[in-house]
């Protein structure tokens, strides 16, 4: 009997699963007013007249004399046998606008029509590199691990992910912020529905296009909770708090960033060629394209991302009637997970955990944003020094 409760549930969570994603791409359409159009015919290429004026001093192997020497070249006695590389020699280490075989996929950020809008397209594998429209990689910080994996021959260069049984779990949006190219700047609203809104150009065209957002719904134990429960703070309801050991009902959201690099610097107040400039800089010149591709208006950072727990229906977030408790909070591995003696995050963390689930219980939204940058970006090398500058009396 248990088991075959097991595979109804399973069976139940994929059809759900589908069910979700159709939704949200039926809602996503019929939003923009257009059931019928096709990607293909929809998003297309539009050439773009730009200033190169600074930035025409390409890098070749003749611009480094070093290169041309052959002096220190080894001989093949000297050399060791090593595994020959599955990627080509050949290394492209900028693009321009109006290169020959760059056409990149239109991108009108914040176009209430997603197939006006388009894809975010960033992957470099052979079939892609010339329609990108943003610059960095997928997974963030994660994307230097892909690229050892890559390296070591544990992961073909052109491996595509298999987004079967992988549809959202809770259908989300649209709103009207989404075609408000000022409202999001950060991330792609559209980010959990790519693959399955952009079907048909990922199979016409080759592309490969991948999701920046990820819903599941989960249940979250803290030992703490058990206490808040027994205590009075907490009380289950078989919902939202599911028993005595205070263990939650959740749904989860994962973001990676992307950023609209327009938006972005608006919200500094700099112009978005400062902020370009100092992106690539600041880097380590790592994103070159920062500076020869200002037709590319996206960027996805090397950086941690963020993840959403929703307490309740999700669909109560949006809604304006409905009361929110909301707890932003970065990342401290030292305290959340680790129960550091000179930090207070994880109470806090635990406090707005708390505060959100009684809020949901009461009929508003209960929500906890989770930024994956260390102490305010700071990062741990730092905190742990101004730990020791703490202890040793300075303010």
Same mark, same amino acid.
């Given at each position: 009997?248990?088991?075959?409760?097991?595979? *109804?549930?399973?069976? @139940?969570?994929?059809?759900?699963?589908?069910?979700?994603?159709?939704?949200?791409?039926?809602?996503?359409?019929?939003?923009?007013?257009?059931?019928?159009?096709?990607?293909?015919?929809?998003?297309?290429?539009?050439?773009?007249?730009?200033?190169?004026?600074?930035? &025409?001093?390409?890098?070749?192997?003749?611009?480094?004399?070093?290169?041309?020497?052959? +002096?220190?070249?080894?001989?093949?006695?000297?050399?060791?046998?090593?595994?020959?590389?599955?990627?080509?020699?050949?290394?492209?280490?900028?693009?321009?606008?109006?290169?020959?075989?760059? =056409?990149?996929?239109?991108?009108?950020?914040?176009?209430?029509?997603? @197939?006006?809008?388009?894809?975010?397209?960033?992957?470099? !594998?052979?079939?892609?590199?010339?329609?990108?429209?943003?610059?960095?990689?997928?997974?963030?910080?994660?994307?230097?691990?892909?690229?050892?994996?890559?390296?070591? +021959? =544990?992961? &073909?260069?052109?491996?595509?992910?298999?987004?079967?049984?992988? #549809?959202?779990?809770?259908?989300?949006?649209?709103?009207?912020?989404?075609?408000? $190219?000022?409202?999001?700047?950060?991330?792609?609203? /559209?980010?959990?529905?790519?693959?399955?809104?952009?079907?048909? *150009?990922?199979?016409?065209?080759?592309?490969?296009?991948?999701?920046?957002?990820?819903?599941?719904?989960?249940?979250?134990?803290?030992?703490?909770?058990?206490?808040?429960?027994?205590?009075?703070?907490?009380?289950?309801?078989?919902?939202?708090?599911?028993?005595?050991?205070?263990?939650?009902?959740?749904?989860?959201?994962?973001?990676?960033?992307?950023?609209?690099?327009?938006?972005?610097?608006?919200?500094?107040?700099?112009?978005?060629?400062? /902020?370009?400039? $100092?992106?690539?800089?600041? !880097?380590?010149?790592?994103?070159?394209?920062?500076? !020869?591709?200002?037709?590319?208006? *996206?960027?996805?950072?090397?950086?941690?991302?963020? !993840?959403?727990?929703?307490?309740?229906?999700?669909?109560? @977030?949006?809604?304006?009637?409905?009361?929110?408790?909301?707890?932003?909070?970065?990342?401290?591995?030292?305290? =959340?997970?680790?129960?550091?003696?000179?930090?207070?995050?994880?109470?806090? /963390?635990?406090?707005?955990?708390?505060?959100?689930?009684?809020?949901?219980?009461?009929?508003?939204?209960?929500?906890?944003?989770?930024?994956?940058?260390?102490?305010?970006?700071?990062? #741990?090398?730092?905190?742990?020094?101004?730990?020791?500058?703490?202890?040793?009396?300075?303010?």
């Amino acid at each position: 009997m248990q088991q075959d409760l097991k595979q *109804l549930a399973t069976v @139940m969570e994929n059809i759900n699963g589908r069910v979700n994603i159709l939704s949200g791409v039926k809602q996503v359409r019929e939003e923009a007013g257009d059931h019928n159009h096709s990607a293909k015919a929809a998003v297309y290429s539009e050439s773009i007249t730009y200033d190169r004026s600074g930035f &025409d001093s390409k890098i070749t192997s003749q611009s480094n004399p070093d290169l041309d020497k052959t +002096k220190n070249i080894p001989r093949a006695s000297d050399m060791r046998a090593t595994p020959r590389s599955n990627t080509s020699s050949r290394i492209i280490l900028t693009t321009y606008p109006g290169q020959s075989g760059i =056409d990149p996929f239109m991108m009108r950020w914040g176009h209430k029509d997603p @197939m006006q809008r388009g894809p975010v397209v960033v992957a470099r !594998t052979q079939s892609t590199i010339r329609r990108r429209n943003a610059i960095g990689a997928h997974g963030g910080s994660y994307s230097i691990y892909h690229a050892l994996a890559v390296a070591s +021959k =544990d992961l &073909d260069v052109d491996h595509r992910p298999d987004f079967s049984n992988t #549809e959202p779990a809770a259908s989300i949006g649209p709103f009207p912020q989404w075609a408000d $190219s000022s409202k999001i700047v950060s991330m792609d609203p /559209l980010g959990h529905l790519s693959p399955w809104l952009f079907t048909d *150009l990922i199979t016409t065209e080759n592309v490969d296009i991948r999701p920046t957002i990820a819903i599941t719904k989960a249940h979250m134990k803290l030992p703490e909770l058990q206490e808040s429960v027994r205590k009075g703070r907490l009380v289950p309801d078989g919902k939202i708090c599911l028993n005595e050991t205070g263990e939650l009902a959740v749904t989860k959201f994962a973001v990676e960033p992307v950023w609209y690099l327009p938006g972005v610097a608006a919200r500094f107040g700099i112009d978005e060629g400062t /902020l370009r400039k $100092s992106l690539f800089e600041n !880097t380590g010149g790592s994103f070159p394209e920062l500076i !020869t591709r200002g037709d590319i208006k *996206l960027f996805l950072p090397p950086i941690g991302g963020l !993840t959403v727990y929703c307490f309740g229906d999700p669909a109560r @977030m949006s809604d304006p009637l409905a009361r929110l408790a909301l707890r932003v909070h970065d990342e401290c591995n030292g305290s =959340d997970v680790f129960g550091s003696d000179i930090c207070t995050c994880r109470p806090y /963390l635990i406090f707005g955990v708390e505060e959100a689930v009684k809020e949901a219980q009461n009929g508003g939204s209960g929500v906890v944003i989770y930024f994956r940058k260390e102490g305010r970006a700071l990062g #741990e090398v730092t905190k742990y020094l101004v730990y020791n500058a703490r202890k040793r009396g300075t303010d």
